[in-house]
């Protein structure tokens, strides 16, 4: 049980939270690079890297002062290492290793992803066997988790990542960034006027994205040369309606092959209102499984899962040293 100071700076989130014994937040300061990269319609990893740098000591002190904490209190510094921006987690790396070494603490190095797991241990017990299906704009992942901290990665993506699809199909449609959030809105405007292929892999949990964001590009771009008029809600619902598809059949494959006691959604995606509704219905076969659904603050980046993470790996005395560099393609513990 520990007090600890979580950084979190992979992507375009600049931020900081005191997390005590892995399930009370006593902060969780998260700054949003949003409105910057709007502009450019996408992170510009350059651009993110150095507000991170303008951001952190500020977002540190918050987090501190808001938790009513002093240094002297925490008991680790927990970070993410990867994956991620390599610009934007070397910011997060240097502000926990300069902590770490002026007060004298342990480094608790995380795995992004396995934050965006344990963040569910803020709204339930987790229980193993449990299955995570981890979706956010760099990944698409079925993890099965036989015991506390024991990663397999079950299946991933072949290509882009669930996010990254509805980020790039946003920007075919012109409607702006992030895509996630402005395609699950749209699309219950939509209708099933449009067809689009079934995403097709090799491996029973891997996930493929890329060809059907070449194919929403294709319709739109056929449909214009007939002259006819594209409506942008219908085919967000098409994208949306085929790419969740694929998703939820593969997770609940996994969860009939594997009977997990519990599924749990991880990542910025989860936060997709259409992705809920569906695992949540199909979960209603499988009530032997308890599924856990993040909030939406929980779902996207925040330091405070690091937090959660942290608490994990310092129970297990996980600790990092000087040496450590940010790694952009970081895998989940036990899978290097
Ligand atoms: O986990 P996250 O905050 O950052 C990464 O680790 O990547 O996830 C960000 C991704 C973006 O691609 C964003 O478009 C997507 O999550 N996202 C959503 C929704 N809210 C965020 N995707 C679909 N529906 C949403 N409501
Ligand atoms: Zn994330």
């Known amino acids: 049980m520990a007090i600890l100071l979580a950084i979190e700076t992979s992507c375009d989130e600049t931020a900081c939270a005191i997390v005590k014994d892995g399930k009370e937040i006593l902060s969780n300061i998260v700054s949003s690079q949003i409105n910057v990269h709007t502009l450019y319609g996408g992170v510009v990893p350059e651009v993110a890297s150095r507000i991170h740098v303008e951001n952190i000591s500020a977002v540190i002190d918050e987090a501190i002062k ?39 603490k342990p480094l608790i190095p995380i795995n992004h992803m396995t ?19 981890v979706v956010s704009g760099g990944h698409s992942e079925l993890v099965w988790m036989k015991n506390d901290w024991d990663f397999k990665v079950l299946g991933t993506t072949r290509d882009d990542a669930i996010g990254e699809a509805y980020d790039k199909v946003a920007r075919v449609l012109g409607l702006g960034y992030p895509g996630g959030p402005i395609i699950d809105k749209l699309a219950k405007e939509g209708e099933a006027h449009y067809q689009l292929p079934t995403p097709k892999t090799d491996g029973a949990y891997d996930f493929s994205f890329s060809g059907l964001k070449t194919a929403v590009l294709q319709l739109k771009a056929r449909e214009e040369k007939k002259g006819a008029e594209v409506k942008p809600a219908d085919l967000a619902y098409a994208f949306q309606e085929t790419a969740l598809h694929s998703l939820v059949s593969k997770t609940i494959q996994a969860v009939k092959d594997y009977q997990p006691s519990m599924l749990v959604l991880a990542g910025g995606v989860a936060a997709n209102s259409r992705l809920r509704e569906l695992i949540q219905s199909e979960m209603e076969k499988h009530p ?22 942290g608490e994990i790996a310092y129970q297990h005395e996980l600790f990092g040293d000087f040496d450590a560099s940010a790694d952009p393609s970081l895998m989940m513990p036990g899978e290097e």
Request: hydrophobic share 50%.
């Open 288 to 309: 032997e499984c308890e599924l856990v659904i993040p909030p939406l603050w929980c779902c996207t980046d925040n330091a405070a899962m690091i937090g959660a993470a």
């Open 115 to 133: 934050g965006h797991i344990y963040a569910n241990a803020f709204v339930s017990e987790l229980k193993f066997p449990l299955l995570a299906l």
């Open 66 to 104: 808001k938790a009513n904490i002093s240094m002297e209190d925490v008991d680790g510094i927990a970070y993410t290492l990867g994956p991620g921006l390599i610009g934007s987690l070397h910011v997060g790396v240097q502000a926990a290793k300069t902590l770490a070494f002026l007060y004298n």
